[in-house]
Each structure stands twice: as structure tokens, then as C-alpha cells.
Nanobody, 114 residues
Framework: QVHLVESGGGLVQPGGSLRLSCAASTTIFSAILDWYRQAPGKQRELVATISPGGSTDYADSVKGRFTISTDNAKNTVYLQMNSLKPEATAVYYC?????????WGQGTQVTVSS
């Protein structure tokens, strides 16, 4: 069992920035790591992915503003979110995919509002 603890969410004004963190209880260097988000009344959507080799992919809605990264020494994946828009308001979840298993974090709330 892998435990994921997310942090960094909160209330931010439009145009502001937040950095989300997801700390894993075990090594993540061989895993595919994702950030998802789910807004009220909407389906969960994939926001960003980073592969073990460091390749990244982003939803069109966040390209150029969000950056996913990892610190394997700390078993942590990050999501740097800049130029935030109100439509980014959602619960953000980290997702860790190993060959046989995958795990979800508990989610962290991000609210973008003036």
C-alpha cells in the first residue's frame, strides 16, 4: 500500500500562483505520475502527467501555465500552477501508477476567486 499526502491547496486570486505537493510513502522513480482535478458537478479530468523518464504532458487548458515535476529523493511530485483562472477551482488529486497497481491521494482544494 502506498500512501499519498497532498498539500498546497488554498484560496488564491485570479492570476495568482499555487504549488501543490504530493508526498508518497515509497519510491516513485519508476512510476507514472499524474495530477487530476474535479470541479463541482464535473467529471475528474487529467491535468498533467510525468513519466519516469521525465516526459511531460498537459491538458490544453493548462499548457504554458502549469508545470509538473518530481523530486525523487523526497518521493514527491509537484504541480506549479501560475496565472490561475477561476475555472481552475477544483479538488486536485495526485495519482501514482506502477506496473501492477495505482494509487490516489485524498485531494486538496484549490479555489480561485477574488
Amino acid at each position: 500500500q502506498v500512501h499519498l499526502v497532498e498539500s498546497g491547496g488554498g484560496l488564491v486570486q485570479p492570476g495568482g500562483s499555487l504549488r501543490l505537493s504530493c508526498a508518497a510513502s515509497t519510491t516513485i522513480f519508476s512510476a507514472i505520475l499524474d495530477w487530476y482535478r474535479q470541479a463541482p458537478g464535473k467529471q475528474r479530468e487529467l491535468v498533467a502527467t510525468i513519466s519516469p523518464g521525465g516526459s511531460t504532458d498537459y491538458a490544453d487548458s493548462v499548457k504554458g501555465r502549469f508545470t509538473i515535476s518530481t523530486d525523487n529523493a523526497k518521493n514527491t511530485v509537484y504541480l506549479q500552477m501560475n496565472s490561475l483562472k477561476p475555472e481552475a477551482t477544483a479538488v486536485y488529486y495526485c495519482h501514482v501508477r506502477y506496473i501492477l497497481y495505482d494509487y490516489w491521494g485524498q485531494g486538496t482544494q484549490v479555489t480561485v476567486s477574488s
